[in-house]
């Protein structure tokens, strides 16, 4: 009876060291793949609202750090520039991953917070947002994308031009293939730190470890901005990379737009594999649920041959014997043999943990 329910959904389980573990937090139901209902509430107008608005305050913050730096390194302006002048990588790494922390903290109790295509897509492959949810994101994002560079060239339109417009490009020297992979690795970091962050799991078992979910996934823009920033400026944000592109609107720039794109939707699937079906054994849990309905067929079965004994010595005084038991009946017993192994298992367990805390 100690291993039996170790395949039953996880609702009650053992640990590696042969103690008694209950499940202390629930997972949200996957959401449907096509939910048309969203279209007539409007919370999910509001989320979009919220994922233009994030966006648009994302490009308008970043981009325009990137050309204030540029400006202030080019010692062929007229005002002369100082090449050890400006905010650097470090500070532009910081921009990036500011603003995320300050806009995932502000928009997460509304939209979720995923300012990017690339996350958006990873949640959509868990199932945590719908296909309509998915792709209405990725518009808004897009077109927030889009009008925050747009501000950006119409306060700074003498700068905008002359400094790259913020684009995301593939660097000289770095062949299409280390671009790609730097694209993917990074989204992969993003996307993996989101779903460890939100991981309702996580939060449960280090509920002593008081962490806002926005920090770790603001560190992680930062730190890969810090890493790929001289391969191609750093993307892992296909809206990021199409607003640029297309405010900008340079040759260059459109060319590698694709790298922005798949890259980052590779780093995104792949982060979800391994999260939803590795760490968190999707896969596992689904042979669980079949063993566990095998085991519950088989209590069903013991439970319908003590009730055919009892029923049939019975019949011998009353002549009244019933085969087969009542379903309610069925489902009390075991709701009572589950009970029971419970108490059993707490009480073996504080009988063998009782003096190691004395």
Not at 60 to 67: D, E, F, G, K
Not at 120 to 148: D, E, P
Not at 302 to 310: D, R, T
Not at 313 to 336: C, H, V, W, Y
Request: some cysteine; overall charge positive; glycine content about 10%.
């Amino acid at each position: 009876m100690v291993g039996s329910y170790r395949g039953m959904g996880k609702e009650v389980g053992v640990a590696e060291h042969g103690s008694f573990t209950a499940k202390d937090y629930h997972d949200p139901p996957p959401a449907p793949l096509f939910d048309a209902k969203e279209l007539t509430k409007w919370s999910f107008y509001r989320a979009l609202i919220a994922e233009f608005i994030a966006t648009l305050l994302f490009l308008y913050i970043t981009v325009l750090t990137v050309i204030g730096y540029k400006s202030q390194i080019d010692t062929t302006a007229a005002h002369g520039g100082d090449q050890c002048g400006g905010v650097g990588i470090l500070g532009i790494a910081w921009a990036f991953g500011g603003m995320i922390f300050v806009l995932v903290y502000c928009t997460a109790g509304i939209s979720g917070g995923h300012i990017n295509p690339a996350v958006t897509f990873g949640l959509f492959l868990a199932r945590k947002v719908s296909m309509v949810r998915a792709i209405m994101y990725m518009v808004a994002q897009c077109l927030g994308a889009i009008c925050g560079v747009g501000l950006v060239k119409a306060f700074q339109r003498s700068y905008y031009k002359n400094y790259g417009g913020g684009a995301n490009e593939l660097a000289d020297g770095y062949s299409t293939r280390v671009g790609l992979a730097a694209e993917i690795i990074g989204t992969f970091v993003l996307v993996y730190t989101v779903f460890s962050a939100t991981d309702p799991k996580r939060s449960a078992r280090d509920s002593h470890v008081p962490v806002l979910a926005p920090l770790p996934i603001g560190f992680a823009v930062f730190m890969v901005h810090l890493a790929t920033i001289p391969i191609t400026g750093t993307g892992i944000n296909p809206a990021r990379s199409l607003g640029a592109a297309v405010i900008y609107n340079q040759k260059k720039a459109w060319d590698d737009q694709w790298i922005f794109w798949l890259g980052p939707f590779i780093g995104a699937a792949i982060a979800a594999f391994y999260h939803q079906f590795i760490l968190r054994a999707g896969a596992v849990k689904a042979l669980g649920s079949f063993r566990s309905s095998s085991h519950r067929a088989y209590t069903f079965d013991i439970m319908w041959l003590l009730h055919f004994s009892f029923s049939t010595f019975g019949s011998l005084q009353t002549k009244n014997a019933d085969p087969i038991p009542p379903l309610s009946l069925r489902r009390e017993i075991l709701k009572m043999l589950r009970e029971q192994e419970i108490r059993d298992r707490v009480q073996q367990w504080y009988h063998e943990n009782k003096y190691a805390y004395a």
